[in-house]
């Protein structure tokens, strides 16, 4: 694990591999050890890159009460810098997604690609962020074991347990060991979204948008909407996969996403 200083914090990463830089975000709330599979299947031909956001796995937690996607779309921004990346393939799942996003809009420049797994444009309903900004404070007050214990049914599909228990315990892990507070901020800005629909036509770079039958969160529908409305785009549907298909189906995933990466590559 190394560290990077960028802006008002140090944010732990891991550098592996050479080539086409390929960087990943992880999602809510997770560490880049989620993207374990996906950096050991591919930093024998790319340069991967997993880093932790600001607030969650090793990385430091300013003071704050809200942390907005554009201030981690900005951490990623200096992160390339302090690699000497000028352009780079962004890899994001559920909020990495929408981070994605928004560094798409701010930095549209230093974008190879785009990859968006489990995720939505949309910004929150009014009740949808009552419920976010709910679940920010019981982080704080109960720590982040409880409401992730909750949150596991939705995160990994029933199939995905049945074929491999252990799966759901190392989810479960990485939801225990996020720091609260880091949490709590990224909820509270995430619940303070803008809508990225309008923006996804004015992504130029090459797209990959996966979803899982059986996500919880995010629907074919809301992923075929973002594919009709990315130029460049394609879907890669996953039959009875939740929320995590790059853990749940990794090897699927992994073919695909190298399978993208290698056109880009060898564009």
Do not use: C
Not at 33 to 53: E, G, H, N
Not at 84 to 103: K, N, P, R, T
Not at 122 to 134: F, L, M, N, W, Y
Request: no cysteine; net charge negative; charged share 15%.
């Amino acid at each position: 694990m190394t560290f990077a200083n960028v802006a008002d914090t140090s944010l732990a990463y891991r550098d592996s591999g050479t080539g086409l830089p390929v960087l990943f975000i992880h999602g809510h709330p997770f560490n880049q050890s989620m993207w374990d599979p996906q950096a050991a299947a591919l930093s024998s031909k790319y340069r991967v890159i997993t880093f932790d956001l600001r607030g969650y796995g090793a990385s430091e937690a300013p003071f704050t009460e809200a942390t907005t996607l554009e201030t981690m779309a900005a951490d990623i921004d200096a992160l390339l810098d302090h690699l000497e990346i000028d352009q780079a393939v962004i890899v994001g799942l559920s909020m990495g997604g929408q981070i994605a996003m928004a560094f798409a809009e701010q930095y549209p420049k230093r974008l190879a690609g785009i990859v968006l797994a489990a995720t939505f444009s949309q910004a929150d309903t009014p009740e949808a962020a009552v419920a976010r900004r709910a679940m920010a404070d019981r982080f704080l007050q109960e720590g982040s074991a409880l409401p992730g214990l909750e949150m596991l049914p939705k995160l990994v599909a029933h199939g995905s347990i049945k074929r491999d228990p252990a799966l759901a315990a190392n989810v479960y892990a990485m939801i225990a060991h996020t720091p609260p507070a880091g949490a709590a901020a990224a909820l509270r800005g995430r619940s303070r979204r803008k809508d990225y629909t309008p923006t996804l036509p004015h992504i130029s770079a090459p797209a990959l948008i996966f979803v899982g039958t059986e996500d919880a969160y995010t629907t074919v529908g809301a992923a075929t909407q973002m594919q009709h409305a990315i130029p460049n785009s394609s879907l890669a549907i996953f039959e009875g996969i939740g929320h995590m298909p790059n853990l749940e189906a990794p090897d699927r995933f992994n073919a695909v996403l190298e399978e993208f990466l290698s056109k880009i590559s060898n564009g």
